[in-house]
């Protein structure tokens, strides 16, 4: 049998990082372009295709079984149409499937961030012996993915998976999407850190502050990783928190879906173990008794490569 390879484009605001991969999740050759999000769609889409070109002229000779592409945004499918993503100057709705497609013959598939890392875990990470499980990517913010008998799921109008807009109260937080109460207004980075200085009483003596610089308005979540690492008693109760929080949503998703796994990735999801012993305590605690067993949370394997990854992946 001939090798497959694919290739992945991951289209973030600064950076084009596209690669040519191989069946088993090996990057065969790759490229790094600005994005030019700053001109206009056309010199993005020149980007793309130009990164595109790029791979293959590094690795000639290769059969493509197609092109990947992670964006931000919402993502219309089929088309790959993306919608206004953040960052990008003068995009509003734009067939990046479609016209890729018209460049290069091959097949060509368009999804969010989070589904794409999804994809990749699925693939070739932490999520290989799991047929179903959600995925989260906790950083800024909480996205999540489905994947289900081995596949993604984008859900009939492709929102599929917006697992950080899942209240814990009704008469919680208010969160940016305009709702109440849900879970990345209380976990995603920039949340977490403002509720870890609101708690701060005194800024000497904490191991916090310390990690940040001395200044508490520079507080990230690894700070208070590190400071809880080194036995700072506030930023383990943080983490414990949020972990606990975590769980209440997770246990609605496992409900819901009958899943037992969780896969969790993304900037914040380097926390300690400790953090990950919460979430498991607390989605067991509130999923229904007879779901408890085999309730799984599992660190991502995959890091910033997941983008490319799972691009390539939806084609391979
Ligand atoms: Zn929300």
Redesign the pocket.
Known sequence: MTQQFAIGVDLGGTTVKTALIDAHGSIVAQSKLPTRAQENPAAVLEQIVHSINDVMLKAPGKKIAGIGVAAAGIIQNPGGIVKSPPNFKGWDVVPLGTELEKKFNVRVEVDNDANVAAVAEAKFGAGTAYPNFLFIIWGTGVGGGVIMNGKIYQGPYGGAGEV??I?IDYKGLP?????TG?I??YIGQRYLSKRTIERITSTAGSKIVEYAGGDPTNIEPIHISRAAEAGDPLAKEVLTEAGTLLGVALAGVMNTLDFRVTIIGGGVSAVGDFVYDAIQASTVKNVQKPLREGIRIIRAKLGNDAGVLGAAGMVL
């Open positions: 950080g807009h209240s969160c940016n999407c305009g709702g849900c990345e207004a």
